[in-house]
Every structure is written in structure tokens, then in C-alpha cells.
């Protein structure tokens, strides 16, 4: 066995009191473990806790971008975790899962817009650049941009079109302005999402992409359709962006001196996957608190056969989209630097936790 697969010494494990993990309205297996009440009983005989940095405002929350959090487990969007590697943060890739999660361009009804190959010559809104305080940390930050713009190259891209054979056109976003508060609704919402939307409602844009149950009322709302669903193009490749693939990444610390808390954590994740290919009541319930959405948005958004693909993997596959998604952010100046894939994969912990699951 060569010394890449083998495990930290156990004897390295320093003592943390509590253990970070963020939960972004998206189905995950790592959300269900800790709704189910797992995740907390794993570490019952350490007395360590298990805490959201979403539950957990104020100063922590900025370590779900930059990864500075030794004891955080980020199940969140790939252009934030990739960012912070491409500025040279200490993260290891540990896992990615793939759902397809209801990636949609909206227009007017009255658009004629129903197939990829009817934006050309069309406008496209495109959120602007955030604004950030630290000036390095805005291009990827910009996920609603960066989110946008693949979502638009995917469809494009599968009608054989590409961004020369459209406008894009720039809508402000107000992400990062102290001036700009959600009201009613639009507090559960992503702000990326709403303005463009209602920038194509207002006719100064003639379709927007978008994903995500919230996604859904939202549309309904401002009396928009669906134009090109993403998610029934017969091709993974052209719907790769911010949550496909999604990524689990740690501190490279965390897997050097904790390895068994991590091992254990990833190993609650894989026996709630396995439920939730057999609960999908419950897990539809659940994922109504989780996404912000209503109970027929995650429906439409997600469909009836989500919950049996909520394993993570590293399987060659998914890396390989993976590696689409980090090409794009560097060639469309999202990222500080490009770096080297497989050196970010450290294999060790979900395959030792898979290991248990498989030894019952």
C-alpha cells in the first residue's frame, strides 16, 4: 500500500470542542445527518458539538469563504472553495456530490424563447461583480456572475452557439452594498436570483439564468417561464456550474490531526445518504426548511429521484467535471491563479469512512 492511502496517526488528533460545518439551502447528506440528529451523536463520548456557521452569524461566517476554520467541514459552491485554494488557503478536497438542482434561463412568456438556439441575438442578464472588503476576494465572490455566466455557455454551447452571438447585459445585484436590504419574500431568496429576474420581467433583459427551489416561487411571482430547462439537456457537461459538482472540502489540518473525527463525520454523511434513498417523504419535508422553497418548488425543482444520488464520491467522473468548472473560473477571471487538481484530492477519509460503512 503505497503511502497516499494510509491514514494520519491517530496519535497526531489534537482536542476540539466543537466541530463547523456549513449548510447551504441545497439537499445535501451532510443537512440530513444533522437534522436527523446524527451528526451531534457521533461525538457524544468526546463531548464535541456540531454547529452550522449559518446558525452561527457574525465573525465565523467569513471562514465559508476563505477556509481558515480548522475544525470546518464546507459542503457549499464550488467557485468559493476553488477560489480560496487558486489565493493559496490551506483546503483538501474530500468529496463532491452531483444533484441537479432545477438550473433554468427564464423569460417572458411572450419571448419565443424555447429552445437553446433561440438566444441568439438576445439579451442575457449577467449580475455585476460584488463588491467585497477584501478587493482579492471579489471575482470569487461573484457567484451569482460566475453562476450565470456558465449556466449561459452550457446552453449556448449545446446549440452550438457561443457568447459572441449574444448581449449580455449587466444587472446590479447589490451583493456586498450596506444600502441594499431584502424585504418580505425576497429575504429568503438569493439576491442574484431576484434582480435578474426582474430585470427580464421589466423588459431590460430578455432571459435569466437561475437554479434552486427558491428559484421557482420567484419566477412564479414575476409571471416568468421557463425557457430552457438545463436540466433535461442530455449532456452533464453543459449543466457543470457552482453546486455541479458540489464540493466537500476541509482544512488540510483537519485531515492530519483529526483524521477520525472527519472519518466519523463523512461516515454519518454515508448513512444518510443510504436513508434518504428509501424516505423520500421525509426527506422532502426536511429539504422545505433547508431550501427555503415551498414543498412544490422542491418538487419541481429537484423531481422524485434526487434523494438516491446524495452520496458524495471521487470518482473519475465527477473530477473530471470538476476540473471543467475550475478551467472556466480561471479563463473567466474568477480565480487569483490557476493550481493543480489532483494534488487539492485527498482520497484517505472518505474512503476509510466507506470502509466502515462496508464493514457494518
Given amino acids: 500500500m503505497s503511502t497516499a492511502t494510509l491514514a494520519p496517526s491517530p496519535a497526531k488528533s489534537e482536542a476540539l470542542d466543537t466541530i463547523w460545518f456549513t449548510r447551504c439551502p441545497v439537499p445535501t447528506a451532510t443537512g440530513l445527518a444533522y437534522k436527523l440528529g446524527w451528526l451531534g451523536k457521533a461525538y457524544d463520548k468526546e463531548n464535541i458539538s456540531v454547529k452550522t456557521l449559518q446558525d452561527n452569524p457574525g465573525e465565523l461566517s467569513r471562514h465559508h469563504y476563505d477556509h481558515r476554520l480548522t475544525s470546518l467541514v464546507r459542503e457549499g459552491g464550488n467557485i468559493l472553495a476553488i477560489a480560496a485554494r487558486a489565493q493559496g488557503e490551506k483546503n483538501k478536497l474530500v468529496g463532491l456530490t452531483w444533484i441537479d438542482e432545477w438550473q433554468s434561463i427564464l423569460v417572458r412568456p411572450d419571448s419565443g424563447i424555447t429552445e437553446a438556439r433561440h438566444l441568439k441575438g438576445r439579451r442575457l442578464a449577467l449580475p455585476t461583480w460584488s463588491e ?33 452571438d449574444v448581449d449580455l447585459v449587466e444587472v446590479d445585484t447589490g451583493r456586498g452594498r450596506r444600502d441594499v436590504t431584502p424585504t418580505g ?9 431576484l434582480w435578474p429576474l426582474q430585470a427580464v420581467a421589466d423588459g431590460k433583459a430578455d432571459a435569466a439564468y437561475v437554479k434552486g427551489a427558491s428559484a421557482v416561487d420567484a419566477a412564479r411571482e414575476l409571471g416568468l417561464v421557463v425557457g430552457i430547462n438545463l436540466d433535461h439537456l442530455p449532456e452533464r457537461r453543459f449543466r457543470v456550474n457552482n453546486g455541479t459538482p458540489r464540493p466537500i472540502t476541509v482544512h488540510e489540518s483537519f485531515i492530519e490531526e483529526n483524521f477520525e473525527y472527519l472519518v466519523r463525520f463523512l461516515e454519518q454523511t454515508l448513512r444518510a445518504a443510504d436513508w434518504a434513498a428509501d424516505h423520500l417523504p421525509e426527506v422532502q419535508k426536511i429539504l422545505t426548511s433547508e431550501t427555503r422553497g415551498s414543498e412544490e418548488a422542491v418538487l419541481e425543482a429537484y423531481g422524485k429521484e434526487f434523494h438516491k444520488s446524495l452520496h458524495p464520491s471521487l470518482s473519475e467522473d465527477r473530477l473530471a467535471l470538476f476540473a471543467q468548472q475550475k478551467k472556466f473560473l480561471w479563463i473567466h477571471g474568477f480565480l487569483e491563479r490557476d493550481f493543480n487538481l489532483e494534488s487539492w484530492v485527498d482520497r484517505r477519509p472518505l474512503e476509510e469512512a466507506r470502509r466502515r460503512i462496508a464493514k457494518g
Fill in 185 to 193: 419574500n425576497q429575504g429568503n431568496r438569493s439576491l442574484f436570483n
Fill in 132 to 164: 467585497h472588503p477584501i478587493p482579492a476576494h471579489a471575482r470569487g465572490s461573484s457567484i451569482g456572475r460566475g453562476m450565470s455566466l456558465h449556466g449561459y455557455k452550457g446552453a449556448l454551447a449545446h446549440a452550438g452557439l457561443t457568447f459572441d
